[in-house]
């Protein structure tokens, strides 16, 4: 009998750690998780920090693991090319696990170029904007995210190429 109550604990510990996180914050968690596994190569995101002397990779998983510090290092970065697409693209599903509340405190306390420059890079990585969802982040910077055409959005979930620079 002694036995079958720490299983029993275990199980329930598991389920209620499961709980905690909504289908979107696991899904971002999977994504940023095969993000930061990624194989490092010339042009890539990791090769271009560490070309500016930042090892991205360590950043990415503390900010995966909610630290705040590491999000706020990440915020502030920028890249080029395929680098900038991949980090716009961790951007947003940072948001995603991280949820409204949360990743807005942390865009807010950041300068006004900063919150503009990350949410111009979510709204950029982000095919179906759903901002309604994320009112606190887009808030933070309310003149830099563009206004879609309904071709974008028919687009079979892809943007069509925008013309002007992020």
Request: proline share 5%; with cysteine.
């Amino acid at each position: 009998m002694k036995l079958s109550i720490p299983i029993l604990v275990s199980v329930v510990t598991c389920t209620v750690a499961a709980a905690e996180l909504s289908p979107t914050q696991v899904d971002a968690k999977r994504s940023l998780v095969r993000a930061a596994q990624t194989e490092e190569y010339r042009g890539g995101i990791y090769a271009q920090a560490k070309l500016d002397g930042i090892d991205y990779r360590p950043i990415l998983k503390r900010a995966i693991n909610l630290d705040e510090k590491a999000l706020g290092s990440l915020l502030s970065m920028r890249f080029i090319g395929e680098g900038a697409e991949t980090h716009c693209e961790n951007l947003l599903q940072l948001m995603r696990l991280w949820g409204d509340d949360r990743f807005s405190k942390v865009v807010a306390q950041q300068p006004a170029k900063i919150r503009a420059l990350v949410v111009g890079s979510i709204d950029y990585a982000w095919a179906d904007p759903e901002w309604n969802l994320y009112s606190k982040t887009r808030k933070t910077s309310p003149g830099s995210v563009t206004k879609r055409t309904k071709a974008e959005q028919d687009a079979a979930g892809q943007p069509a190429p925008r013309h002007e620079s992020k």
